[in-house]
Nanobody, 120 residues
Framework: QVQLVESGGGLVQPGGSLRLSCAAS????????MGWYRQAPGKERELAAT???????NYADSVKGRFTISRDDAKNTVYLQMDSLKPEDTASYYC??????????????WGQGTQVTVSS
């Protein structure tokens, strides 16, 4: 059973930093694109950042220059370093990954979400 488990959310003051982590567990053959999405109350879920297995990144305009996505393939883990946080970054952050597993082929997986609150 493949699972994504996030950690690292919390409460931070404007201008502060947080680092989110997401680890994939289970029997995994390979992981292609990994990414982070976020959903604020009353809004639709939106992309924050993605990173392919080849190293290509994609960032939402609203986080460019402030957020950095990275991954450790040996640990099946993706990270999101968030700096210069703003109140409008407050949201639930969800990990997402395209994972190939034995007998299941390639499927899209979501984590359970971790809350990030930016407030003074």
């Amino acid at each position: 059973q493949v699972q994504l488990v996030e950690s690292g959310g919390g409460l931070v003051q404007p201008g502060g930093s947080l680092r989110l982590s997401c680890a994939a567990s289970g029997t995994i053959l390979s992981i292609n694109t990994m990414g982070w999405y976020r959903q604020a109350p009353g809004k639709e879920r939106e992309l924050a950042a993605t990173l392919t297995s080849g190293g290509n990144t994609n960032y939402a305009d609203s986080v460019k220059g402030r957020f950095t996505i990275s991954r450790d393939d040996a640990k099946n883990t993706v990270y999101l370093q968030m700096d210069s946080l703003k109140p409008e970054d407050t949201a639930s952050y969800y990990c997402n990954a395209w994972i190939t597993a034995p007998w299941k082929g390639t499927s899209n997986y979501w984590g359970q979400g971790t809350q990030v609150t930016v407030s003074s």
